[in-house]
């Protein structure tokens, strides 16, 4: 769960780690991530860095508008070179 802040194309912003693989992760054990990036016509590509108790990790989250409102793409991790499908919407 990220908010995120727009200042012309650039995007910033900061939050917690809440799941992982569809599985809910416990209030204590979530992990802060901070994203940057730029918005480029209807993509919109960032770059994370979660700091775990272990150690941090890096990588990138390409997302593209729908016509449903939400951003649909791909996110790529150096964590055990982690890569999926992401999906990011509007909280109400």
């Known amino acids: 769960r990220v908010q995120l802040q727009q200042n012309g194309d ?4 900061s939050g917690v780690k809440v799941s992982e693989n569809g599985n809910a992760i416990a209030v204590g ?6 994203v940057e990036g730029t918005i480029e016509g209807r993509r919109l590509n ?17 997302l593209e508008l729908a016509d449903d409102g939400t951003l649909r793409g791909t996110f790529k ?3 055990a070179n982690a890569r999926g499908t992401s999906l990011a919407r509007r909280a109400r």
């Open 77 to 79: 991790s150096d964590a």
């Open 46 to 62: 960032l770059r994370f860095t979660e700091r775990g108790a272990q150690r941090s990790s890096t990588g990138s989250i390409t």
């Open 10 to 13: 650039r995007i910033t912003g």
């Open 29 to 34: 054990r979530r992990t802060p991530i901070s």
